[in-house]
């Protein structure tokens, strides 16, 4: 019904930086509202653990470890969460995905939406 495409990973040496994107698009129904968006991530044999999530009205909040490195942005009329990455070390490397835990379609809403999850690595 909705679905969340990220794009925006790859692979990056230490000190550089990427810029992650994810977007939510109805394939049947238009979305009428987004509640908070975020990025987790997850790393090989660790647990997903939450990176930043941004409010509908901009409020942003962080994990300690990517403070003052990391930026969350959203454009409400793209229906889009961006990551700004920068400063980028080796620990960085996971899979991240974006996540919108409430979003509204015409009759109901829907929860706990992931994407697909994109790979970023860092590494010299």
């Known amino acids: 019904q909705v679905q969340l495409v990220e794009s925006g990973g790859g692979s990056v040496q230490p000190g550089g930086s990427l810029r992650l994107s994810c977007t939510a698009s109805g394939r049947i129904f238009t979305i009428l509202s987004i509640n908070n968006m975020g990025w987790y991530r997850q790393a090989p044999g660790k647990q997903r653990e939450l990176v930043a999530t941004i409010t509908s009205g901009g409020v942003t909040n962080y994990a300690d470890s990517v403070k003052d490195r990391f930026t969350i942005s959203r454009d409400n009329a793209k229906n889009t969460v961006y990551l700004q990455m920068s400063s980028l070390k080796p620990e960085d490397t996971a899979v991240y995905y974006c996540?919108?835990?409430?979003?509204?379609?015409?009759?109901?809403?829907?929860?706990?939406?992931w994407g697909q999850g994109t790979q970023v690595t860092v590494s010299s």
């Open positions: 996540n919108i835990d409430r979003m509204r379609i015409p009759g109901r809403w829907l929860y706990d939406n």
